[in-house]
């Protein structure tokens, strides 16, 4: 065998081996591939995760400012009158039958109210609803709702045997309730999830101011004016009650909620004593006598509208929060 022989035996084996690999490594990278799809189509897939449930929209603190008007107020003042003198020639008992019940006076007229609240709400979810429940205080003041009361009546009386003596009786109220507040819970339900209709009730309180003042005045047609009769008394407290009613609040942006509302209230009962004093004139001069009593009672009692704003604390809703892997 020459050398070139030898040479072209070697190219020749050369080739082959070259080609062989070739074929190694192709079917190696074929069995490879297959291996990680196998392996990749055992594992889990992996997918974005699910959005954050929103924030609840009324759960938290709130304040506000309200405003509106009280009205129908019923704080009247009925007065029953008592004599301490003797009857002379029926005087006395026609001037107590004047002055019993011949004058009341009641905040009936529209007042407006203005103030402030405070409260915190619970939103829960059952049965398929939403309900929100809470407690809120308040306390506004009152202008304009004061009441007056004032009648004259005359009657003509004998008065020592002679005829005739006029009696003309005046009885003059004035009651005013100068503000007012609230300690309340309330409950209701969200008809959609930005509006809320609830209802409402709980503690009462004002404070109450009244007037009665009682004035007599006796003529004998004969002299003229002969007597007076006065008496004058004040009231001044802070009344507790109860109070109920019912509005509706409209979440209308984050954070924010306007509301309107009515509420009936009542503070409980009035009551006091008038002394009446009699002072004498003409021919009666000097003279001074404790002449009668009156009592007078009243209840407390009224209606309120009105709206109002509310800033809650970071509770309103929000968008959610989408993971992102």
């Not at 405003?67 to 006395?92: C, E, K, V």
């Not at 503000?179 to 004002?206: E, K, N």
Request: net charge neutral; with cysteine.
């Amino acid at each position: 065998m020459n050398l070139d022989s030898t040479f072209l035996i070697l190219l020749k084996s050369l080739i082959e081996s070259s080609q062989a690999m070739k074929i190694l490594k192709i079917s190696a990278s074929a069995f490879l591939l297959s291996s990680i799809s196998a392996i990749a189509a055992d594992l889990p897939s992996i997918k974005s995760a699910p959005a954050a449930a929103p924030t609840t929209m009324w759960t938290g603190f709130y304040v506000g400012l309200n405003a509106g008007g009280t009205f129908g107020n019923n704080s009247a003042l009925n007065a029953t009158s008592s004599s301490f003198a003797q009857p002379i020639a029926n005087i006395d008992l026609t001037s107590i039958a004047l002055i019993s019940g011949s004058g009341s006076g009641s905040s009936g007229n529209v007042g407006f109210i203005g103030g402030g609240q405070i409260g915190y709400n619970w939103q829960v979810r059952y049965g398929g609803y939403n309900f929100v429940s809470g407690l809120e205080a308040d306390i506004q003041g009152i202008a304009g709702a004061g009441g007056n009361g004032n009648k004259w009546t005359a009657a003509n009386a004998d008065y020592f045997g002679e005829c005739c003596t006029t009696i003309l009786s005046n009885q003059r109220v004035n009651s005013i309730l100068p503000w007012f507040g609230t300690i309340r819970s309330r409950i209701g339900f969200l008809v959609v999830p930005s509006i809320l209709v609830y209802g409402t009730g709980g503690l009462a309180y004002g404070g109450v101011n009244a007037k009665l003042q009682n004035t007599q005045l006796y003529s004998q047609n004969q002299i003229g004016l002969i007597q007076i009769e006065t008496g004058t008394n004040s009231y001044s407290n802070t009344q507790v009650g109860w109070t109920v009613g019912g509005g509706a609040e409209w979440m209308f942006m984050p954070n924010w909620s306007a509301k309107a509302e009515y509420l009936y209230y009542d503070l409980g009962n009035v009551s006091g004593s008038v002394v009446n004093t009699s002072y004498g004139l003409n021919f009666l001069s000097g003279t001074s006598t404790l002449e009668g009593i009156t009592n007078y009672k009243g209840r407390v009692t009224g209606n309120i509208i009105r709206a109002g704003v509310n800033y809650h604390f970071n509770f309103a809703s929000v968008a959610p929060v989408v993971a992102k892997y």
